[in-house]
């Protein structure tokens, strides 16, 4: 039987979030509690998730764009600054300079990683830069200590974007620990999945209590404490804030995945590894490995198509479709969307950038990904590459 026909069997994913019995229940705990908004169980959530990133303080939220929204809020950016972010990132993280008003700049990013480092950073720094956000890419940890001896002095700051960061480790401890404020994502597509939802962190108590405020519309009485008090205390309005909340059926299941997080990783490092044994024998393909600076959860595992490949990046992704296999264009080029066009981003190189959004793609990696399965995916790689059914 050839893959193709093969292919009816089964669809291979690129992805699928590990959710079971252990969140139905959950999630039913909370509807049976007669309590489903913001309350006791984010409040949880939110302490969980801090002593499992070395943070002070974490503030749930509706996603990680509004986390990155917040953090730039509480950090004072507005009107009149600029703010440099990778091009190579989920166009969220470029849009968030502009809610605050200020003015989204482009950097590159080191080919090996897909992350911005301080040499690119450097490249896009303006007299006006108030504040840096680096990103953890598709789980790939950032050198975040190089970027911060470079920004600190200058009085700007660095926020990590660890939407896909949760469960790696960046120089023994996890990603996050040491930013400034770090914004993360509990979207299907991450490893730590409540269906929608993010968290923002901090050391600074000051940015963690206006963010409490600011995402439930900047009250000075917090939700929780009004529907716990039989006589609800009167509240004000302190300044324009936002519905920027995160549910307790959310957090219900985010508690529940956070205690299995260890296991998650473990296995898809073990897919990975799998995937790198297989393609090292594949020529003309270069894949991501763990910096020497820390450990990568691979959230994605993306492979570059070099032009020594029989096949293009386009050719390559069509070929697999046919077999069944549903892998992903690598990481956008935000500067290249329409959003971003005929605007003044910056004069930064961005040649690294378009030649990853270019060739690079997603290989499937989730938990339920079974051998068989997956030697599907490389057994198509390889009779595209023309070893034919060698290995």
């Not at 690079?360 to 339920?368: D, F, G, M, R, S």
Request: charged residues 20%; glycine residues 10%.
């Amino acid at each position: 039987m050839t893959i193709s026909q093969d292919r009816a069997l089964s669809r291979i994913n690129v992805m699928k979030p590990w959710l079971g019995v252990e969140e139905a229940e959950a999630v039913a705990e909370v509807i049976a509690s007669g309590w489903v908004a913001q309350g006791p169980r984010v409040a949880r959530f939110e302490e969980a998730f801090a002593a499992a990133q070395k943070a002070m303080y974490a503030v749930a939220v509706s996603n990680c764009t509004t986390a990155l929204h917040l953090a730039l809020k509480v950090a004072g950016i507005g009107p009149g600054d600029d703010v440099v972010v990778p091009s190579f990132s989920f166009i969220a993280t470029a849009n968030a300079a502009g809610y605050v008003g200020a003015r989204t700049v482009f950097c590159d990013v080191e080919a090996e990683t897909g992350n911005v480092s301080a040499q690119t950073v450097a490249a896009a720094l303006t007299p006006a830069t108030k504040a840096v956000i680096a990103v953890d890419q598709g789980g790939m940890p950032v050198d975040l200590d190089p970027i911060r001896a470079l920004c600190d002095p200058l009085g700007i700051t660095v926020i990590e974007d660890s939407a896909c960061g949760a469960g790696s480790t960046y120089r023994g401890r996890p990603v996050g620990a040491g930013a400034d404020l770090a914004a993360w994502s509990f979207h299907p597509r991450k490893i730590l999945t409540t269906g929608e939802g993010g968290m923002l962190t901090t050391l600074n108590p000051e940015w963690a209590g206006r963010a409490r405020r600011l995402r439930e519309h900047a009250m000075s009485v917090s939700a929780n404490d009004r529907h716990a008090a039989l006589l609800a205390p009167a509240e004000e309005y302190l300044e324009a804030g936002f519905n920027f909340r995160m549910t307790d059926m959310q957090a219900a299941v985010g508690l529940v995945q956070l205690g299995r997080l260890g296991e998650a990783v473990a296995r898809r490092r073990e897919i990975v590894a799998g995937y790198q044994s297989a393609l090292n024998r594949v020529g003309g393909l270069r894949f991501v490995r763990d910096p020497d600076y820390g450990t990568s959860n691979f959230q994605s595992f993306w492979v570059e198509v070099l032009p020594s490949f029989p096949l293009g990046r386009e050719e390559l992704l069509e070929r697999l479709a046919r077999d069944g296999i549903s892998a992903r264009r690598g990481i956008m080029a935000a500067h290249r969307q329409p959003a971003y066009a005929g605007r003044d981003t910056g004069p930064a190189d961005l040649s690294v950038t378009e030649r990853l959004t270019d060739n690079t793609l997603i290989l499937p990696v989730y938990h339920q990904l079974t051998a068989g399965e997956q030697s599907r995916v490389l057994r198509s790689i390889r009779l595209a590459s023309g070893e034919g059914n060698r290995g």
